[in-house]
């Protein structure tokens, strides 16, 4: 009885399938994407091109989901290739929100960076497991992606031989829907509907909580507090804050309101492109006595002359926010 032949240990075999082997094509040609992937969001001449949308687009709806089953499937009689570009897709659109709800999670946040990081990682694992996994089976059971193969089977799939003229305009209708589902698709992410434009304009108190804010100011003393804007105009805006101590009067007799004494206290520029928003520290003090409301004001690139002033420059504010304060001098 002859003696069996070792089996490489697991290192042995790691070493092969990155340094002796070489990589698959499909392989390949993900990485190749992921480098253009990273180019048209971060190179300043590509990052506001259409080819941004339309290379990154597959880094999302399928790439995720095609890495996964290279890593779950290595055998190319595991699945054909219809079951795996279709679970592509269908896994991709499974994975990529799971990264985004884990990332909510953390102290990065759903933003641009934590999301392609986050992907870029997801996919380079799959990507090593992948190859690995074909690495040690032997050669004749390792997926490999022949293109020209795969429009065969393509054709195959959908208009097989010796199939009746019925079949044969359901599959065209069918392919054609498959097209047009995914044109739409692209349409849709490539040329979003607007919503509603509108600009968030806040204040939250000293441990960023809608709560807490001063309401008395003792002279001499900062008060910390925060201003938060956001923009959705879907434009880059740059915003003005204006601060101001108003002493406001109410005359009961004739129900209204008037402003004795109106000081600015700051003026704060602010950039934001769309979608983008900002909370900035804030150091609410006062110089003297004779104040009872602060004013927040923000302006949407649109600012008055310093000659408009009072309820004026109020009114002409696009937001505008105020507490209700009494001013003491410190015992």
């Not at 490489?8 to 994407?33: G, H, R, S």
């Not at 900062?222 to 005359?251: K, W």
């Not at 009872?292 to 696009?318: C, H, M, Q, W």
Request: hydrophobic residues 45%; proline residues 6%.
């Amino acid at each position: 009885m002859g003696l069996s032949q070792p089996q490489d240990p697991w290192y042995d075999k790691i070493f092969i399938a990155f340094f002796e082997e070489k990589l698959f094509p499909d392989i390949k040609l993900i990485l190749l994407w992921l480098l253009c992937t990273c180019a048209v969001i971060y190179l300043p001449v590509l990052n506001s091109s259409v080819l941004r949308p339309i290379i990154a687009l597959p880094m999302i709806l399928f790439i995720p989901g095609y890495t996964l089953i290279a890593a779950l499937f290595p055998d190319k009689n595991d699945i054909d290739m219809i079951e795996r570009v279709a679970l592509s897709f269908g896994l991709s659109i499974a994975v990529v929100p799971l990264i985004g709800l884990g990332l909510n999670y953390t102290p990065w946040g759903i933003r641009l960076d934590p999301i392609v990081v986050s992907l870029i990682i997801f996919t380079v694992a799959m990507i090593c497991i992948a190859q690995y996994r074909r690495v040690v089976l032997p050669m004749e059971q390792r997926l490999t992606i022949p293109f020209h193969i795969v429009i065969m089977e393509i054709k195959n799939e959908f208009f097989p031989i010796n199939t009746s003229k019925v079949d044969r305009i359901l599959s065209i209708i069918l392919l054609i829907a498959i097209i047009g589902a995914i044109g739409t698709t692209i349409y849709v992410i490539l040329v979003p509907k607007e919503g509603e434009k509108f600009s968030e304009f806040y204040i939250l108190g000293e441990k960023k909580m809608a709560a807490d804010y001063p309401d008395i100011l003792f002279t001499g003393t900062e008060y910390p507090m925060y201003i938060g804007v956001g923009n959705h105009e879907f434009r880059n805006v740059t915003y003005m804050i204006e601060t101001y101590l108003v002493n406001m009067q109410f005359d009961e007799q004739t129900n209204t309101s008037t402003i004795t004494s109106m000081d600015r206290q700051d003026q704060i520029p602010v950039f934001l492109i769309h979608n983008e928003t900002t909370i900035l520290p804030y150091n609410l003090t006062s110089s003297k006595t004779g104040y009872n409301r602060v004013e927040f004001l923000l302006f949407n690139e649109s600012i008055p002359s310093d000659t408009v002033t009072g309820f004026d420059r109020i009114n002409a504010s696009y937001r505008d926010l105020h507490l209700w304060v009494k001013t003491r001098v410190p015992i």
